[in-house]
């Protein structure tokens, strides 16, 4: 298995603000993804973090609202920007490891007043 | 789209076996059929998957038919604390995954 720490667990943020959730690897991975999982729906995958480039971003997903880092092979963040109510949701990340596994994190619980 | 469809709720007894049925009729040839379980707030716990054969690990058994429409998930020896809410997926082959709804499982002593 793989141990992801996701930082942080939850929060509370005011409508315009932005927030950044970490995710930390135990060890080192190729793939890094990042999924949304809004009230009373299934996950949706929002990008592809790649290491030393730019995310791949799915449809209906921008970088300028959702910029992810992914500055080395155990760790990447997403920032969720201008935040408003719609984008309450619970935020994960998943690796790929041990050829088509994928492990999630605990998840990011983001609620916007 | 693949989407999967999985009874609401199941009940099953501890120490015996634990049979959970997804149907995936939409999957297409290169799509992957996983299984995951949630208990309370926790992130998803990774349990098995499989492409077309069948497959087993330490937690479970993945049983998929041959014309790869539906699969089971086998808990061997169901524990109370295998109680939890278990989802089948279908990963496309951009890492997009398709959930169902999933299945309550019960455990009773």
């Known amino acids: 298995s793989a141990v992801i720490s996701q930082k942080p667990s939850r929060d509370i943020c005011q409508r315009g603000t932005s927030l950044t959730i970490q995710c930390q690897v135990d060890s080192q991975v190729t793939m890094m993804f990042w999924y949304r999982q809004q009230p009373g729906q299934s996950l949706t995958l929002i990008a592809t973090a790649n290491q030393g480039s730019e995310a791949t971003y799915e449809s209906g997903f921008v970088i300028d609202k959702f910029p992810i880092s992914r500055p080395n092979l155990t760790f990447s963040t997403l920032t969720v920007s201008n935040m408003s109510p719609e984008d309450s949701s619970i935020y994960l990340c998943?690796?790929?490891?041990?050829?088509?596994?994928?492990?999630f994190g605990s998840g990011t619980q983001l609620s916007v007043l | 789209d693949a989407k999967t469809t999985q009874p609401p709720s199941m009940d099953c007894a501890e120490g015996r076996a634990a049979n959970l049925p997804c149907n995936h009729s939409?999957?297409?040839?290169?799509?992957?059929v996983y299984w995951y379980r949630q208990i309370h707030s926790q992130g998803p716990q990774y349990i098995i998957h499989?492409?077309?054969?069948?497959e087993t690990n330490e937690m479970a058994s993945l049983i998929i038919t041959e014309d790869r429409k539906s699969s089971t998930l086998i808990l061997p020896h169901a524990t109370l604390r295998d109680t939890a809410v278990y989802y089948c997926i279908v990963r496309r082959s951009n890492y997009q995954l398709i959930w169902g709804a999933g299945t309550k499982l019960i455990i009773k002593p």
């Open positions: 499989g492409l077309k054969n069948n």
């Open positions: 939409t999957i297409s040839g290169n799509e992957y």
């Open positions: 998943s690796v790929r490891r041990e050829g088509e596994k994928l492990f």
